[in-house]
């Protein structure tokens, strides 16, 4: 594994890990059900239905509202905002979203064991686009359609587990593919200041693996990106270790995947990370270049939950979404929230506190149809 230099670690603000992808649906409730039993993103953090007016620069310069839930897999691994329009019909992509395209085109979701995964999605009757390959380095992975065509990535993951998988045999998000423009512009933002300084590999050509997915056969530059040293903060030990591939098109220039739509739309809108020190965030972004294009600036009510957040662009556009939570539910049902601003930023919940929250883990009828 070749290293690279980063500038990630700062007394001022830290990264804890990728808290969530956002996935913009047209319906929530459906689309949730899917994901609980495919994924086990069975555990709710928040639910809430409220306007967005802070996101008007990616709305259309127009106040919408939504509903949204923020749900994880207690298995480790970041979770899934999924989020649905509710002011107007959300749109989907005007093209099937391809790679070399340019923005979020995968969710890396971990696994112990691909294989098993793959034979029991195969039984379920889930969309699976070709079987389990190796990339570049020889991790096993198998890519997935959801019942939207959202292509996600189950990835061979055997280190950091929080708790044992459920029903589902995954984990929950542990990285995304991203596709840019340039690769060497792009590193600016993922390597330098999101952290990911360890290159598992690069790889330029056509690749077998990717054969069945849109885009599959394209001349292509694929690096997969690491972090070299572990993350710190309250939720670290529960979201663990991520990668990030950029992938960029050697023949034909990429489409933006969210071109004239709006945030919320059909696809993945955006990926989060848990953060600490948002304001030193803030400047070293910045200076690097990415400077934020919202910011709550203050704590944000998001239901049950309520922190800070904001967002930037990666060099295409793609938006990068940073959140410090200030309090977030424990056992709900008996009124214990966490107020994180009383405590060290740079240190781990207790593992019994981050467990309480799957108390609230939502449990469904047994599937009675396949897929």
């Keep these: 594994m070749r290293r690279m230099s980063s500038t990630h670690e700062n007394p001022e603000w830290s990264i804890s890990g990728i808290q969530q992808i956002g996935v913009g649906v047209p319906n929530k409730q459906s689309a949730w059900l899917w994901y609980r039993r495919h994924f086990n993103m069975d555990v709710p953090v928040f639910q809430e239905a409220a306007e967005a007016p802070l996101m008007t620069r990616y709305t259309g310069g127009s106040v919408h509202s939504r509903d949204a839930a923020l749900a994880l897999n207690m298995a480790g691994g970041g979770g899934f905002e999924i989020w649905q329009y509710t002011s107007r019909i959300c749109s989907p992509p005007a093209f099937q979203p391809a790679l070399g395209d340019l923005g979020i085109l995968t969710t890396k979701i971990k696994a112990p064991d691909v294989a098993l995964v793959e034979q029991r999605l195969r039984n379920a009757r889930v969309t699976l686009l070709g079987s389990t390959s190796v990339d570049p380095a020889g991790n096993k992975h198998l890519f997935v359609s959801d019942v939207h065509g959202f292509v996600f990535e189950v990835v061979q993951g055997g280190e ?8 589902s045999l ?17 590193l600016g933002l993922y390597r330098d200041l999101l952290g990911y300084d360890a290159v598992i590999y690069d790889e330029s050509g056509r690749f077998e693996d990717l054969e ?14 690491g972090h070299s040293r ?5 939720f670290a ?8 591939e950029l992938v960029q ?13 709006y945030w919320g739309d059909m696809g993945f809108i955006h990926l989060c990370f848990d953060v600490a020190g948002m304001s030193g ?27 800070r957040f904001a967002y930037l662009e990666d060099s295409d556009g793609t938006l990068i979404e940073f959140v410090e939570t200030h309090k977030v539910p424990i056992i709900k049902r008996l009124g214990w929230y966490l107020d994180l601003r009383r405590r060290d930023p740079h240190k781990p ?10 108390l609230g883990r939502i449990k469904d009828q047994p599937e009675q149809t396949p897929g």
Aim: proline residues 7%; positive net charge.
């Design 160 to 167: 950091r587990w929080f708790s044992r998988p459920g029903a």
């Design 170 to 186: 995954t984990g929950g998000v542990s990285g995304a593919t991203i596709g840019v423009s340039d690769i060497g512009a792009s």
């Design 212 to 225: 069945h997915l849109p885009g599959g056969n394209a001349a292509l530059r694929r690096v997969l990106l």
């Design 230 to 234: 572990p993350r710190s903060g309250a």
């Design 237 to 244: 030990e529960l979201l663990g270790p991520t990668t990030i």
């Design 249 to 261: 098109a050697l023949d034909h220039p990429g489409r933006r995947i969210f071109a004239d739509r």
């Design 281 to 307: 965030l803030k400047a070293a972004a910045a200076s690097a270049g990415f400077p934020f294009t919202v910011d709550s600036g203050e704590t944000f009510d998001m239901g049950e939950a309520g922190g």
């Design 349 to 358: 919940l207790p593992r019994w506190m981050l467990r309480a929250m799957g």
